[in-house]
Nanobody, 120 residues
Framework: QVQLVESGGGLVQAGGSLRLSCAASGSIFSFVSMGWYRQAPGKQRELVAG???????NYVDSVKGRFTISRDISKNTMYLQMNSLKPEDTAVYYC??????????????WGQGTQVTVSS
């Protein structure tokens, strides 16, 4: 069982930047994919950015050009660099990972979430 712990959220003014981190309790080498989701009050959780084991990335249209997802296998950590933040980026951000083990078993993990608030 792997635990994911997010950090880096906070309050920032519009136009500012934040970097979120997602630290895994174990190796992320076997993670087929990882991603950042967010959920704003009254809205459904949405995928913001994803990264595969082959470092292929994808982004929701609303953050393209502003957010960058990356991961550091040596530190078992995934990041989300968020620039030019807008009030509509305000949400709880969650880290997610899909793991495929050597026994071909699949697991899905979630972090506890970190609040990002962008003031206008």
């Amino acid at each position: 069982q792997v635990q994911l712990v997010e950090s880096g959220g906070g309050l920032v003014q519009a136009g500012g930047s934040l970097r979120l981190s997602c630290a895994a309790s174990g190796s992320i080498f076997s993670f087929v994919s990882m991603g950042w989701y967010r959920q704003a009050p009254g809205k459904q959780r949405e995928l913001v950015a994803g990264i595969t084991s082959g470092s292929i990335t994808n982004y929701v249209d609303s953050v393209k050009g502003r957010f960058t997802i990356s991961r550091d296998i040596s530190k078992n950590t995934m990041y989300l660099q968020m620039n030019s933040l807008k009030p509509e980026d305000t949400a709880v951000y969650y880290c997610n990972a899909n793991q495929r083990t050597s026994l071909d078993r699949w697991y899905n993990y979630w972090g506890q979430g970190t609040q990002v608030t962008v003031s206008s």
